[in-house]
């Protein structure tokens, strides 16, 4: 089994920034041959990729809606990935989940092997 436990959520003014952890664990598993991400999922609104990043440390992905804004980053040695969120909007209020995969991308909601129980995110205007 694979353990994703987010942290770093919470209220943040416009314009404020937040950096959500991801820290994963389990008996078997090797954190530096595995893909991750980060989604989000608003209220009304389907679960959507925000960004994600390989083993290697050269390929990193961003939605539009969060390019320059954003940054993906991972720490091998501690088996974490963090979401470095900046200049935050309301529109990006949403519950924000960890995703993980062995064997490819994470850029669907489709490719997700393991999940975390996602943090709440809330801008104020």
């Known amino acids: 089994q694979v353990q994703l436990v987010e942290s770093g959520g919470g209220l943040v003014q416009a314009g404020g920034s937040l950096r959500l952890s991801c820290a994963a664990s389990?008996?078997?598993?090797?954190?530096?041959?595995?893909?991750m991400g980060w989604f989000r999922q608003a209220p009304g609104k389907e679960r959507e990729i925000v960004a994600a990043i390989s083993w290697s440390v050269g390929h990193t992905y961003y939605a539009d809606s969060v390019k320059g804004r954003f940054t993906i980053s991972r720490d091998n040695a501690k088996n974490t990935v963090y979401l470095q969120m900046s200049s935050l909007k309301p529109e990006d209020t949403a519950v924000y989940y960890c995703a993980g995969r062995r064997d490819g991308p994470v850029y669907s909601e489709n490719d997700v092997q393991y999940w975390g129980q996602g943090t709440q995110v809330t801008v104020s205007s």
């Open positions: 389990g008996r078997t598993f090797s954190f530096i041959s595995h893909h």
